[in-house]
């Protein structure tokens, strides 16, 4: 059965880009939420309680059709709120930018740090309605896609390295209709240490 990992931080510690109160609402409570739903679903077929849960989001196609859809949404919202809060640290003095390898394959592909988050702050205000905006590895080099709902880049075979969630429950209580806000606020709390672990996991 699955868990509600705790933060690696405590609630206030990345205000005041994300407030206390939102990181309360969305740990505790939809997290959670998804969390229940997943073991919920998967009460009635045991085979599937045991399989991590990277293996059940590669194999959506697998799971019984009864609770498919519920293992989608509440297995990805599991999944991905899990990399979500790893992906966010609290502001270091300076700031924080990524560099080494991470950096390269980000100039690489955008040609500069500057594009590079242009284009996902771009990607992030474009989503319509619920979703993700992740830079992911594939194939070798990084990307950005967007998600709807809870769907995880995982699912169709590339490796997430920085996701933001964009669904109102993160960043409304805050910041109302305007989620440009939110997403340059984000920027601040970005733990790039994390996602240059999650390239170099990626790439051995
Ligand atoms: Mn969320």
């Not at 988050?117 to 080099?141: C, N, P, R, Y």
């Not at 997403?183 to 790439?203: G, S, Y």
Request: net charge negative.
């Amino acid at each position: 059965m699955f868990s509600l990992p705790d933060l690696p931080y405590n609630y206030d510690a990345l205000a005041p880009y994300i407030s206390e109160q939102i990181q309360q609402l969305h740990h505790n409570k939809h997290h959670q939420a998804y969390v229940n739903n997943l073991n919920k679903a998967l009460e009635k077929y045991p085979e599937w309680q045991n399989k991590s849960i990277e293996e059940i989001i590669t194999s959506l196609d697998k799971v019984p059709e009864d609770v498919r859809l519920t293992v989608r949404n509440n297995g990805g919202g599991h999944y991905n709120h899990s990399m979500f809060w790893e992906m966010m640290a609290p502001k270091k003095g300076n700031g924080q930018a990524p560099s080494g390898t991470l950096l390269d394959k980000l100039q690489h592909t955008f040609g500069d740090y500057k594009t590079f988050q242009e284009e996902f702050s771009t990607g992030a205000g474009k989503i319509f309605g619920s979703g993700w905006e992740w830079l992911v590895l594939d194939k070798g080099e990084v990307k950005l896609v967007s998600t709807p709902n809870q769907d995880s880049p995982l699912t169709q075979g590339m490796t997430p390295l920085l996701g933001l969630d964009v669904w109102e429950h993160a960043y409304y209580l805050q910041y109302y209709n305007v989620r440009a806000d939110y997403v340059t606020a984000w920027w601040n709390i970005v733990n790039w240490d994390d996602v240059a672990r999650r390239l170099n996991t990626a790439m051995r």
